[in-house]
């Protein structure tokens, strides 16, 4: 039988899959768009394809037990920098909040698939209340 975390983590992760899907068929159905647009945020065009390639790699790695760790530590910076982006270029703070809270679901993702050795106290071998 499942136990809660695990259910909780599977959520979580389909939760953001589907949010990063959503966003980079976005992406790529209005690709020119989103070069634009990067282009107006001062990036380089070929930015909308770079972040595209790295979300789906992430994504994938989101669901390998053993990168899910990093893997949501690197997507969650990268929704950083995307709210930064956005609230640096005008963008209202509503529309900047999907990032953010991507975001924290991926910062729960990553508290919950440390390292049980990261859990240890130092010098006792004894696990963190």
Not at 9 to 16: F, Q
Not at 49 to 54: N, R
Not at 60 to 87: D, N
Not at 104 to 119: D, E, F, G, N, V
Request: aromatic share 8%.
């Amino acid at each position: 039988m499942a136990t809660r975390r695990g259910l909780l983590l599977t959520l979580l992760k389909v939760l953001v899959t589907l949010a990063f899907v959503a966003a980079n068929v976005g992406k790529i159905t209005h690709y020119t768009l989103w070069q634009d647009m990067f282009a107006g945020w001062g990036y380089p065009r070929w930015g909308v394809a770079a972040t595209t390639i790295v979300e789906c790699i992430g994504v994938v790695a989101l669901w390998v037990p053993a990168l899910t760790h990093r893997a949501s530590l690197l997507l969650g910076l990268i929704m950083c920098g995307a709210a930064y982006t956005w609230l640096a270029n005008g963008m209202r703070i509503k529309a900047s909040m999907t990032p953010l809270v991507i975001a924290a679901l991926l910062l729960i993702i990553a508290s919950l698939t440390r390292h049980p050795a990261a859990l240890k106290q130092p010098g006792t071998g004894a696990a963190r209340p």
